[in-house]
């Protein structure tokens, strides 16, 4: 891409798009003039970066929803209720 101001006609414009396009791609910028007087600079818009949301921890959130493990206590003390007077 040259930083030099390439010049079109209005009715370039109009009727070879394809090619006013072409020069924008090539040069960055061009200079449309209208009888011969500069009248407009013609320049692509400048793309912002995507900027991409974080992927879900689908393993955390799984994590999340397992019900949570009983301490030795609390286990030695659900046995011992369930087995009762066996």
């Known amino acids: ?9 209005i009715r370039e414009l109009r009727t070879d798009f394809r090619s006013v ?13 209208d009888n011969g ?7 692509p818009v ?4 995507k900027s991409r949301k974080p992927l879900p921890d689908y393993f955390a959130r799984l994590l999340k929803q397992q019900p949570k493990g009983m301490s030795e206590a609390e286990t030695k003390a659900f046995w011992e ?3 009762g007077d066996r």
């Open 21 to 33: 396009k072409r020069k924008m791609e090539q040069h960055g910028e061009v200079l449309i003039t």
């Open 81 to 83: 209720e369930e087995r």
């Open 37 to 43: 007087e500069p009248a407009y600079v013609l320049k």
């Open 1 to 9: 891409m040259s930083t030099e101001l390439v010049q079109a006609t």
């Open 46 to 49: 400048a793309k912002k970066p």
